[in-house]
């Protein structure tokens, strides 16, 4: 079956513009995450949706990242006010959810580049 | 705070021979131990995971180590191939609380 799907593949934006990352989790995926990728880092959490839950927002860095789910499919990474550290991968992955394995399954990213 | 600490940051190993990579994890709260294998341009992916209730798990060339006292978890690649060659993430998370805590990442690169 489909896996995670994440467009663009990558972004090239000016410094202070906005963008927006969309990701589509695995069918009947019920949670839904965003992690970072800065060059040569690990993976830093940014956000956690589970159903209709409110979102765990605590990873995100600044009040110009936001992230929004519809329902339990479609996510979209929004990041306002670009700056150059801001440049990274932006990863998705889904998973069952709550009693289900915590396996989660990762998109490709977007590679985003602030100039 | 960095919660898992993973090492070494890159290995070289040459074709057949044993990879190690250790991480090490702070929170006593985590229970569930993934490690993950990415390639250039791609996701990570789940290649094996351990919870803290047995000390080791295999499949097939790959064996996770747990040592619950020490704190720490160990990835282990048997008769180490080419195609073996990738990033390797180590990371954890808490019961009930699924979202992943990773190490920084080792890049493996396995020798002809």
């Known amino acids: 079956g489909a896996g995670v799907s994440q467009s663009p593949s990558n972004k090239v934006t000016e410094k202070g513009k906005d963008v927006e990352l969309r990701c589509d989790p695995i069918s009947g995926h019920t949670a839904l995450y965003w992690y970072r990728q800065r060059l040569g880092q690990g993976l830093e959490f940014l956000i956690y949706?589970?159903?209709?839950?409110?979102?765990?927002k605590s990873g995100l860095p600044s009040d110009r990242f936001s992230a929004e789910r519809t329902g339990e499919s479609v996510s979209t990474l929004t990041i306002q006010r670009t700056q150059q550290e801001d440049s990274a991968v932006y990863l998705c992955?889904?998973?069952?959810?709550?009693?289900?394995?915590?396996?989660?399954?990762f998109g490709p990213g977007t590679r985003l580049t602030v100039t | 705070q960095q919660q898992v600490k993973q090492s070494p940051q890159s290995l070289i190993v040459q074709k057949g021979g044993i990879s190690i990579i250790n991480c090490a994890y702070e929170n006593t709260a985590f229970d569930y131990f993934p490690w993950y294998q990415q390639f250039p341009g791609k996701g990570p992916a789940l290649l094996i995971a351990i919870r803290p209730d047995v000390s080791e798990k295999k499949e097939g060339r790959f064996t996770i180590s747990f040592n619950k006292s020490a704190k720490q978890f160990s990835l282990h690649i048997m008769d180490s191939q080419p195609g073996d060659s990738a990033t390797y993430f180590c990371a954890a998370s808490r019961g009930g609380y699924s979202t992943l805590t990773f190490g920084k990442g080792t890049m493996l690169l396995v020798s002809p």
């Open positions: 992955a889904s998973s069952i959810g709550q009693g289900g394995s915590h396996e989660q399954y």
């Open positions: 949706f589970q159903g209709n839950s409110a979102p765990d």
